[in-house]
T-cell receptor, first 114, second 111 residues
Framework: EPEVTQTPSHQVTQMGQEVILRCVPISNHLYFYWYRQILGQKVEFLVSFYNNEISEKSEIFDDQFSVERPDGSNFTLKIRSTKLEDSAMYFC????????????FGPGTRLLVL | QKEVEQNSGPLSVPEGAIASLNCTYSDRGSQSFFWYRQYSGKSPELIMSIYSNGDKEDGRFTAQLNKASQYVSLLIRDSQPSDSATYLCAVLSGGYNKLIFGAGTRLAVHP
């Protein structure tokens, strides 16, 4: 069964460093999302992406964050200058045309900022 | 601010019993509702979606929706220890594709 994959599974970084989280959505899916979940808290929407542009972003998704689809398979989230409060699980999700509302989540990347 | 509310639990049920999980939402324009299961340290796994008032059954799971009361529920029949997880209610934000999640209800099924 096709699934969303994410790399790395864990990332430890120093405050102020840049990190890139990578996702490979399900191959025929056209809508892509990033969510995050701080330990013990709700899953929160960050950004949605369709047709090579951001369709919506949350208040969390400030200028430190960016997304990109560098090729036909990868979808990346970049955090330019990490802060301690960026420590969280980051989930990529995707959905297909015609069933946009049904989002399938990847296994997540656990980011720890020291 | 659009909200999704769930009782955090834990909800403890014996094996074989029915577990009942509830969720309320604030956005009257919402049309799509989902239940995800999340094991500790893992990602949300979609288990049910519901779009119309009434009940929708899938195996041991039944989702119930009442748009007038802004209420969604999930029933798990014949609960198994492997059902022990956090159940997340999610609502698709009206007009966009973002999911708004509740904080989740932790379910513990004991043998």
């Amino acid at each position: 069964e096709p699934e969303v994959t994410q790399t790395p599974s864990h990332q430890v970084t120093q405050m102020g460093q840049e990190v890139i989280l990578r996702c490979v959505p399900i191959s025929n899916h056209l809508y892509f999302y990033w969510y995050r979940q701080i330990l013990g808290q709700k899953v929160e929407f960050l950004v949605s992406f369709y047709n090579n542009e951001i369709s919506e972003k949350s208040e969390i998704f400030d200028d430190q964050f960016s997304v990109e689809r560098p090729d036909g398979s990868n979808f990346t989230l970049k955090i330019r200058s990490t802060k301690l409060e960026d420590s969280a699980m980051y989930f990529c999700a995707s959905s297909e045309e015609g069933r946009v509302e049904t989002q399938y989540f990847g296994p997540g990347t656990r980011l720890l900022v020291l | 601010q659009k909200e999704v509310e769930q009782n955090s639990g834990p909800l403890s049920v014996p094996e074989g019993a029915i577990a009942s999980l509830n969720c309320t939402y604030s956005d009257r324009g919402s049309q799509s509702f989902f239940w995800y299961r999340q094991y500790s340290g893992k990602s949300p796994e979609l288990i049910m979606s519901i779009y119309s008032n009434g009940d929708k059954e899938d195996g041991r799971f039944t989702a119930q929706l009442n748009k007038a009361s802004q209420y969604v529920s999930l029933l798990i029949r014949d609960s198994q220890p492997s059902d022990s997880a956090t159940y997340l209610c999610a609502v698709l934000s009206g007009g966009y594709n973002k999911l708004i999640f509740g904080a989740g209800t932790r379910l513990a099924v004991h043998p």
